[in-house]
Nanobody, 123 residues
Framework: QVQLVESGGGLAQPGGSLRLSCTASGSLFKLFAVGWHRQAPGKQRELVAALSNYGGTINYSDSVKGRFTISRDNAKSTAYLQMNNLEPNDTAIYYC????????????????WGQGTQVTVSS
């Protein structure tokens, strides 16, 4: 069992930056892929970025490529999402999940999920 806790959300201006953290309990985190997903009001949840267990494989959605960076520190059981050049369309609740690679990409309910953190981009 892995419990995930997101932090780092808040209010940012367009063009600004935020860094989200996803901290996992236990020692299994390093074995699993990790992903960040977001859900804006009235929209379906979508994958933002995903990173394999030891960081060898990365996937970004087209909408965040070049602006967001996913990373992880397995020694700290923590994953990060560095978000730069934020846009109003990035406003959403951001969730991290962890599990097998394809299941993380798909956002399967079988993966472990955090409770989410709100990101609001507005002037």
């Amino acid at each position: 069992q892995v419990q995930l806790v997101e932090s780092g959300g808040g209010l940012a201006q367009p063009g600004g930056s935020l860094r989200l953290s996803c901290t996992a309990s236990g020692s299994l985190f390093k074995l699993f892929a990790v992903g960040w997903h977001r859900q804006a009001p009235g929209k379906q949840r979508e994958l933002v970025a995903a990173l394999s267990n030891y960081g060898g494989t990365i996937n970004y959605s087209d909408s965040v490529k070049g602006r967001f960076t996913i990373s992880r520190d397995n020694a700290k059981s923590t994953a990060y999402l560095q978000m730069n050049n934020l846009e109003p369309n990035d406003t959403a609740i951001y969730y991290c999940n962890s599990g097998r690679w394809q299941e993380v990409l798909n956002g399967d309910d079988s993966t472990f999920w955090g409770q989410g953190t709100q990101v609001t981009v507005s002037s």
